[in-house]
Each structure stands twice: as C-alpha cells, then as structure tokens.
C-alpha cells in the first residue's frame, strides 16, 4: 500500500465530537472502532498506558509486545 493511500484518521473516530481528550479501556476495541485494524494515519496524539494484556500491536511497522507494564506514544504522522 502505498503512503498518499493510507487513510487519515482524527480524534473525531472516538468522541464523535470535536472534543480534544478521550479516554477509554480497550476491551472491544476492534470491534467498536473496526478501522483501526488497518494500516491509517492519525493528526491526534496517542498515549496508550497498558497495564495488563497479552499479544503484540504494530505500530509503524514496529511490532510491540504487551507483556508488561508500559507507555506507549504515538504521534501524529
């Protein structure tokens, strides 16, 4: 896939409204928000405080593994 065809996604996905800030868990994440399962790019800044999970997430290519505690940021591309 090439860049200029990877989709642009805004804060407006989560709070359906022009709010700034969204906080949720990610219990059913993928089945409430199925977008985010494809590559995309975002204009908002992402923190992401995991706690306690199992697996990996890709970001930018990069594979990270939810085996621990941990902060992730994601920033806009």
Do not use: C
């Not at 709070?15 to 949720?24: A, K, R």
């Not at 290519?61 to 994601?74: E, G, P, Q, S, Y």
Request: glycine residues 4%.
């Amino acid at each position: 896939m090439q860049i200029s065809e990877i989709p642009d996604r805004s804060l407006q996905l989560f709070t359906g409204d022009g709010s700034h800030f969204w906080m949720d868990n990610t219990v059913n994440l993928l089945q409430r928000f199925p977008v985010l399962e494809y590559p995309h790019r975002q204009d908002f800044f992402m923190l992401l405080f995991i706690d306690n999970a199992e697996g990996e997430i890709s970001i930018d290519n990069h594979k990270i593994r939810l085996d621990n505690a941990k902060v992730i940021v994601i920033k806009p591309r």
